[in-house]
């Protein structure tokens, strides 16, 4: 069945580092992906998404690119702040409805 | 975005009761409803789809007797856990989705312990 497999967190960064987390996905079609995250204490929030082969989703400094060859939809951003502290999740649709399967979510903390 | 509420964020419940959950969808029509079930660790776990005014459709393994889920007005959705054991302790998240709009919106989640 569809799956999506997210690196181990938690991740530790100092501000203004390079920031990538990776997330590969198992699915039949062509599905849609998206990363989520959620900041402590609030509900989870749609960060970007892709919805076909090589689009490229950002928002807020994130980037993440649909690479259909290697199954992958890796989370990046250029210098990260302390305000990016949060765990983030992988995530694609398995089908119209929006129906979302996850992966197992990565902790991201900055330190100052 | 929209606002999705979810009531309560924790509960602490004894063996044997029941729990129920409400998701609220604050400023939108959500026609659709998701509950999710999230382990330590793990990824959410998609428990039962909703639709307003249906019977929720179950995922392979998720007891309907034991979750139930009630979708009857477009502004909310309840999830009860009757007679609660120990191992249903985790954290639920519900999300909402407007038919219109290709995408769900979350609610903060509930921290259920069951003693």
């Known amino acids: 069945g569809d799956s999506v497999t997210q690196m181990e967190g938690p991740v530790t960064l100092s501000e203004e580092a390079f920031l990538t987390i990776n997330c590969t996905y198992t699915?039949?079609?062509?599905?849609?992906l998206f990363w989520y995250v959620q900041y402590p204490g609030e509900g989870l929030q749609l960060l970007l998404k892709?919805?076909?082969a090589d689009d490229k989703g950002s928002n807020k400094g994130f980037e993440a690119t649909y690479r259909k060859e290697t199954t992958s939809f890796h989370l990046e951003k250029g210098s990260v702040q302390v305000s990016d502290s949060a765990v983030y999740f992988c995530?694609?649709?398995?089908?119209?409805?929006?129906?979302?399967?996850w992966g197992a979510g990565t902790k991201l903390i900055i330190k100052p | 975005g929209a606002v999705v509420s979810q009531h309560p964020s924790r509960v602490i419940c004894k063996s044997g009761t029941s729990v129920k959950i409400e998701c609220r969808s604050l400023?939108?029509?959500?026609?659709?409803m998701f509950w999710y079930r999230q382990f330590p660790k793990q990824s959410l776990m998609l428990m039962a789809t909703?639709?307003?005014?249906?019977?929720?459709?179950?995922e392979q393994g998720v007891e309907k007797d034991k979750f139930l889920i009630n979708h009857a007005s477009l502004t909310l959705s309840t999830l009860t856990v009757t007679s609660a054991h120990p191992e249903d302790s985790s954290f639920y998240i519900c999300?909402?989705?407007?038919?219109?709009?290709?995408?769900?919106?979350f609610g903060q989640g509930t921290r259920l312990t069951v003693v």
């Open positions: 995530a694609l649709t398995r089908d119209s409805n929006y129906q979302l399967i």
């Open positions: 400023d939108f029509q959500a026609t659709t």
């Open positions: 892709a919805t076909k």
């Open positions: 699915a039949t079609g062509y599905p849609s």
């Open positions: 909703s639709n307003e005014g249906s019977k929720a459709t179950y």
């Open positions: 999300s909402a989705r407007d038919g219109g709009v290709a995408e769900a919106f």
